[in-house]
């Protein structure tokens, strides 16, 4: 935020013309990755520069079989790098587990490897679909690829989505004041409320689970749901600010997904681009509704929980999300639209927080733990709990209020308000820059003063 950032900033600024622009962003995102892992950085530029040679393999291919011998070859060897790295200590563990064998291999995982895998592996697809133009310069194809504002925890950006902005881009004040913003904003999710509730979660959910009460129990996981929520749409938003300072128009990734009313609904707002992934890229290239429409849910849920971890309990996860799902469709998805809206919410409330229970555990006896805390079979509570619950009331309740689009609305109505007065631009001006700088000034205080500062999405 000190060094890199500004001066990566300063420099596009300067920069006489695009080309410019983008060689300097390019050189920003390698020294980024590099700097946090410099060995890992030939995968990423070995998938980048398979995937350039595959694009320009079915741009001039004369069949469409040949066609489609680029898209196989592309696809084996980007998804065999994400199998390599992040799947085979996996697989060689349950095998050693289930035959007595020891060829347990210890591969270390390449951070953000899942989004810029993915993100590759779309721009083949999309040019064998014809929906992007092959891009025939393999650095403005690594620049797609590595741009460090999204490279780490996503959002997932297809190539069409800033194809026209790697040729021809402007960054106006209007783009850099909202990208502040929106910078800052996820960065308050991340440094106060993420890592707060997070300490809080880690309390409880993090030691012995056989002397964890009911109540600790529910205040456990409960933070980790709202924690897991404001890391992860935290890191999108700041993406997405940072994108906007550099003129490129990232996708949004969350849209107030605890206030749905259905598990049908909240994956519509839940990691959106990891959602319209899978649809358009799995679920209905394998038929979607049209043919085998419970086994094409079952594939996409399974990989959406191994896409998350090379662990069982993902699985699981991913498995709980298509029971839930299925018998939304066939049973009582429509019987549930009919009650009133406080109970649809709680329904689906309860049933995401019971489903953090599954992704937060990667051995599963703790699973069984918690769920036998939160029945009571601990004990009800412990003393302290209520002076604990007391002294953080007040972060529970902006919690509350931040994940609904309350707080968001009131913002807006106040700014539209404001600008129809007399020098209401400027007062608004003045108003935003005010809440850039105090907002910087409270995360970097929060991030100077804690030591509790997780990085929950590294490992995806």
Same mark, same amino acid.
């Given at each position: ?10 420099? %596009? ?23 946090? !892992?410099?060995?890992? $950085? ?25 066609? +489609? ?65 092959? %891009? ?5 194809? *690594? ?21 026209? !902005? $790697? ?7 209007? @783009? ?18 993420? @890592? ?19 109540? %600790? ?37 969350? @849209? ?10 909240? #994956? ?32 996409? #849920? ?14 699981? #996860? ?9 018998? !939304? ?26 489903? #953090? ?17 939160? $029945? ?35 913002? +807006? ?15 608004? %001006? ?9 907002? *910087? ?20």
């Amino acid at each position: 935020m000190f060094i890199f950032l500004p001066v990566t900033l300063v420099l %596009q600024h300067f920069a006489k013309n695009i080309q410019q622009k983008n060689i300097i962003i390019l050189i920003a995102s390698l020294v980024f990755y590099a700097w946090g !892992e410099p060995k890992w $950085i030939f995968v990423m530029l070995l998938v980048a520069f398979i995937d350039w040679l595959a694009g320009l393999y079915i741009h001039s291919a004369r069949t469409k079989r040949q066609a +489609k011998i680029g898209v196989a070859a592309a696809s084996v060897t980007t998804l065999g790098a994400l199998v390599v790295f992040k799947y085979l200590n996996f697989f060689t563990g349950n095998i050693d587990a289930l035959f007595h064998s020891s060829i347990q291999t210890n591969i270390a995982l390449p951070i953000g490897i899942s989004f810029y895998t993915f993100q590759a592996l779309t721009y083949v697809i999309d040019v064998y679909r014809g929906n992007v133009k092959c %891009q025939k310069s393999y650095l403005k194809l *690594l620049l797609y690829v590595s741009m460090f504002p999204q490279l780490i925890a996503g959002p997932i950006v297809r190539y069409s989505d800033i194809e026209k !902005e $790697i040729n021809v881009r402007r960054v106006t004040y209007k @783009n850099i004041s909202d990208g502040i913003t929106r910078f800052v904003t996820g960065l308050f999710k991340k440094a106060f409320f993420a @890592n707060m509730l997070g300490s809080v979660a880690a309390l409880y959910l993090d030691g012995d689970l056989k002397s964890v009460t009911f109540v %600790q129990g529910w205040i456990g996981i409960i933070s980790y749901f709202f924690q897991i929520y404001f890391d992860f749409s935290g890191y999108s938003d700041m993406a997405i600010g940072l994108g906007k300072m550099m003129g490129f128009s990232f996708p949004e990734n969350f @849209n107030y997904p605890y206030v749905s009313k259905s598990i049908t609904e909240f #994956w519509r707002r839940w990691h959106i681009t990891l959602s319209s992934f899978f649809r358009d890229y799995v679920y209905i290239p394998l038929g979607g509704n049209r043919k085998h429409h419970i086994l094409n849910l079952f594939i996409v #849920w399974v990989l959406t929980g191994f896409w998350h971890g090379a662990s069982w309990n993902f699985m699981l #996860w991913g498995f709980y999300y298509f029971v839930l799902l299925v018998l !939304e469709k066939k049973y009582y998805g429509e019987k549930l639209k009919k009650l009133p809206a406080f109970v649809q919410r709680f329904y689906t409330i309860f049933a995401v927080i019971i489903g #953090w229970i599954f992704f937060y555990f990667e051995d599963m006896s703790n699973v069984g733990r918690l769920f036998k805390a939160l $029945i009571g079979v601990n004990g009800f509570s412990a003393a302290g709990d209520g002076t604990y619950i007391l002294n953080r009331i007040f972060l529970f309740a902006a919690a509350v209020i931040a994940v609904t689009p309350l707080a968001s609305k009131a913002v +807006k109505r106040l700014l539209h308000f404001l600008g129809r007065l007399n020098h209401g631009k400027e007062i608004v %001006q003045i108003i935003t820059i005010v809440f850039q700088v105090v907002t *910087l000034f409270i995360c970097v205080s929060c991030l100077v003063g804690s030591t509790y500062n997780p990085f929950l999405y590294f490992r995806f």
